[in-house]
T-cell receptor, first 114, second 117 residues
Framework: AQKVTQAQTEISVVEKEDVTLDCVYE???????LFWYKQPPSGELVFLIR??????QNEISGRYSWNFQKSTSSFNFTITASQVVDSAVYFC???????????FGPGTRLSVLP | DAMVIQNPRYQVTQFGKPVTLSCSQT?????MYWYQQKSSQAPKLLFH???????NEADTPDNFQSRRPNTSFCFLDIRSPGLGDAAMYLC????????????????FGQGTRLTVV
């Protein structure tokens, strides 16, 4: 069975600090997809990134970057120069059944203080 | 423009009174999901439709049912809501992910926050 672990329940940083959110996953499948979603106080889940298991390239998008390491089953998310608007709950998720088995980690609540 | 629309945003129902939450999508996606998210917890998958095929999670209570009359709409029926069913209910869609060359992602609606009184 698949499982997603986000060991950090809550993180607080001061604005402009860098912060890394950890995600470790378990799956028996060789083909799977990993995601990060942001859930601001408004409640909607906002898609941030998708990565398939065959693509281990790290990705940078503005202040966001992701580090995917299959050897350690990790898909960590870094926010550089954090801003107050980054305050939200961040969920890592795994899909190992082509869109039919989508599981979220417990989430990490990030608070960015001014 | 919103692609996954959930109505209403807030729903109050009485203990034991059936309630229906609705979800519509403009993405023409094959797969539609319903998640339950309780306070400070991760979303928990209740069930999903792959086209017309209904897939129930093993631990979803019988009190929760779903209907998908067409591609665009999906409903969550709670037959006899209890106090423990108060939560945010999230609808999501994704396109056919059977083909390896199609990456899947789930698009979420804004959710319906259900209060049971």
């Amino acid at each position: 069975a698949q499982k997603v672990t986000q060991a950090q329940t809550e993180i607080s940083v001061v604005e402009k600090e860098d912060v890394t959110l950890d995600c470790v996953y378990e799956t028996r499948d060789t083909t799977y997809y990993l995601f990060w979603y942001k859930q601001p106080p408004s409640g909607e889940l906002v898609f941030l990134i998708r990565r398939n298991s065959f693509d281990e390239q790290n990705e940078i998008s503005g202040r966001y970057s992701w580090n995917f390491q299959k050897s350690t089953s990790s898909f960590n998310f870094t926010i550089t120069a954090s801003q107050v608007v980054d305050s939200a709950v961040y969920f890592c998720a795994l899909d190992d059944n082509y869109g039919q088995n989508f599981v979220f980690g417990p989430g990490t609540r990030l608070s960015v203080l001014p | 423009d919103a692609m996954v629309i959930q109505n209403p945003r807030y729903q109050v129902t009485q203990f034991g009174k059936p309630v229906t939450l609705s979800c519509s999508q403009t993405l023409n996606h094959n797969v539609m999901y319903w998640y339950q998210q309780k306070s400070s917890q991760a979303p928990k998958l209740l069930f999903h439709y792959y086209d017309k095929d209904f897939n129930n999670e093993a631990d979803t209570p019988d009190n929760f049912q779903s209907r998908r009359p067409n591609t665009s709409f999906c409903f969550l029926d709670i037959r006899s809501p209890g106090l423990g069913d108060a939560a945010m209910y999230l609808c999501a869609t994704s396109r056919d992910g059977i083909r390896r060359d199609l990456d899947t992602e789930a698009f979420f609606g804004q959710g319906t926050r259900l209060t049971v009184v």
